[in-house]
């Protein structure tokens, strides 16, 4: 049996507010201090078939596996995820449905890779059977989340209003972003976020659902102290209403996508005054909320040349 207690006691954690992980920029000359390995083992597999001219081709498939997540002895979901970065997914699942809090302890997180599982323990005691019993699914993919947790403290979260986001940063996060090596650019069928610190991708996840993505960096953000005040979060797909919900709820100011939006998740980014930018593809873009916070110093600066789709056939010609 794959068992492994990854989080222990000793090293409880909580996010206080105002603490920054700018120090974390000596540690690596890599850009980001987490990124894609698109050759982790267990990640994708190689499948054989045939392309339109009847050739046989070897393709890399993404792996789907069922994840169940306890918070103490209450289950409370099963979710169908890429199977990596588990404690921090549970963490952020927890947070992003509002079952966890700012103060909790987290005294131990357990993983059993062959059952699936993976709990998450706190000081506090919980018991959410009354919130099971009513779930709204969003449009997420996979699994999704509910709705109605997700908006309990929406209206609550007061987001940084000094904060700024440069519009030369798009040209250099874009850049980053789109080239690094990942399993969407080698397999496809897979989302990406990415946590970014000025023109600096920080933390990039992927996932089969955007919404397993987004909880991985907020189950990092938790788990590792991170402000989220000076952090710019990055997606990969379209903007709903649940992007925005978990951007608000992870109280980070800016939200930028490559993709576009749905006027569901405009009135929610105004309403709580987040910063939203979509069809971002180099110096281009389209903010619908929060403009007082860009400094547009783009100029005419030279445009990027950054469709993944078009990386992603290239690697794809040269192998």
Same mark, same amino acid.
């Given at each position: ?15 206080? +507010? ?46 789907? /596996? ?46 059993? !890779?062959? #059952? ?16 099971? /019993?009513?779930? +709204? ?23 940084? /209003? ?105 009135? #929610?980014?105004?309403?709580?005054? #987040? ?5 971002? /593809? ?23 040349? !950054? ?13």
């Amino acid at each position: 049996m794959a068992y492994h207690r990854v989080f222990a006691a000793q090293r409880q954690n909580h996010l206080p +507010i105002g603490t920054d992980i700018g120090h974390l920029h000596e540690m690596s000359n890599s850009p980001f201090l987490i990124q894609p390995n698109p050759d982790t083992p267990g990640l994708s597999q190689p499948v054989e078939g045939v392309n339109e001219t009847g050739q046989p081709v070897t393709l890399p498939v993404v792996t789907e /596996k069922p994840i169940t997540l306890f918070l103490n002895r209450q289950e409370i979901v099963t979710s169908m995820t890429l199977g990596d970065w588990v404690p921090e997914l549970a963490v952020g699942y927890f947070l992003n449905q509002n079952m966890l809090q700012r103060d909790d302890e987290i005294t131990g997180i357990d993983v059993d !890779d062959d #059952l699936g599982v993976v709990i998450v323990r706190t000081a506090r005691e919980t018991d959410f059977e009354a919130k099971m /019993k009513r779930k +709204i699914r969003t449009s997420g993919c996979a699994e999704g989340t509910a709705y109605g947790d997700m908006m309990e403290r929406f209206d609550d979260i007061d987001l940084d /209003k000094d904060a700024r986001f440069h519009a030369s940063w798009l040209i250099e996060l874009s850049k980053a972003i789109n080239t690094a090596p990942s399993l969407y650019l080698s397999a496809g069928a897979i989302h990406g976020c990415v946590l970014c610190q000025k023109n600096r991708p920080l933390v990039y996840m992927e996932d089969i659902g955007r919404h397993n993505a987004v909880d991985k960096i907020a189950g990092w953000m938790f788990l590792n102290n991170a402000s989220p005040h000076d952090k710019v979060f990055y997606t990969t797909g379209r903007l709903t209403t649940e992007m925005v919900i978990k951007t608000v709820q992870m109280q980070i100011p800016v939200l930028v996508s490559r993709s576009g939006f749905t006027a569901a998740a405009v009135d #929610l980014a105004r309403q709580a005054g #987040l910063t939203l930018i979509g069809r971002a /593809k180099g110096k281009r873009f389209i903010a619908l909320s929060g403009i007082e916070r860009i400094i547009f110093d783009s100029g005419d600066a030279a445009d990027v040349a !950054d469709s993944p789709s078009r990386q992603r056939a290239a690697q794809q010609d040269e192998r």
